[in-house]
C-alpha cells in the first residue's frame, strides 16, 4: 500500500499534503526537506486507477487547504502543493487536462485563504528553512505562472 492509501485509509490527507509523519518523502536535492512531488506522483497515481479522479483530488485538497494557518511552514507547503499541481496539468499528466483549474474549484473564501497565505510566504520567504539558498519567491512564482497558473498567487 503507498502513502496515499495509506493518508486515505487513516484519514491523515492533511498530514500527507504537509509530508509529515510517515507522509514525509526525502529530496536528495533539497537537503533533505520534503519533495512533494513525489507525493503528488503517488496521489495522482492513486487517484487514477478509480472514478471521479478529478473531484477526489479537489476534495482532498479542500481538507487541507482548511487545515491551514498563518505560519511559513504552512504557507510554503502551500505553494508548493499549487507548483506541483500546475507542474503536471502543465502535460496533461495522469488525468489531469488543461480544462482542470484546481483554484478555480474553490470558494471565493478558500481562494482569498491561498492570497493571504501566499502573500504571508512572500512577506516571510527568509523563514522558510533554506531559504537563502533558493530562488527569490518571485523568480518561484515566475515559474508557477509558466507552468499555467492563471492566478497571481500573491494577490488572491
Not at 22 to 43: L, R, V
Request: glycine share 6%.
Amino acid at each position: 500500500m503507498g502513502k496515499f492509501e495509506r493518508a486515505v485509509n487513516n484519514n491523515e490527507i492533511i498530514a500527507f499534503f504537509k509530508g509529515e509523519g510517515d507522509y514525509f518523502s526525502p529530496d536528495e536535492w533539497s537537503w533533505g526537506y520534503h519533495n512533494f512531488m513525489i507525493n503528488w506522483m503517488g496521489m495522482m497515481a492513486n487517484l487514477e486507477k478509480g472514478e471521479n479522479s478529478y473531484q477526489l483530488l479537489v476534495k482532498y485538497f479542500k481538507l487541507y487547504l482548511s487545515s491551514l494557518k498563518e505560519d511559513v511552514l504552512d504557507a510554503w507547503g502551500l505553494f508548493n502543493n499549487l507548483g506541483c499541481f500546475y507542474c503536471l496539468r502543465k502535460d496533461n499528466s495522469y488525468f489531469l487536462t488543461q480544462c482542470d483549474d484546481l483554484i478555480s474549484e474553490l470558494t471565493a473564501e478558500e481562494k482569498k485563504k491561498i492570497g493571504v497565505l501566499c502573500r504571508y510566504l512572500k512577506d516571510n520567504f527568509d523563514k522558510v528553512p533554506d531559504s537563502a539558498s533558493m530562488r527569490p519567491i518571485d523568480e518561484q512564482m515566475k515559474m508557477v505562472k509558466a507552468d499555467g497558473c492563471p492566478y497571481d498567487l500573491f494577490s488572491l
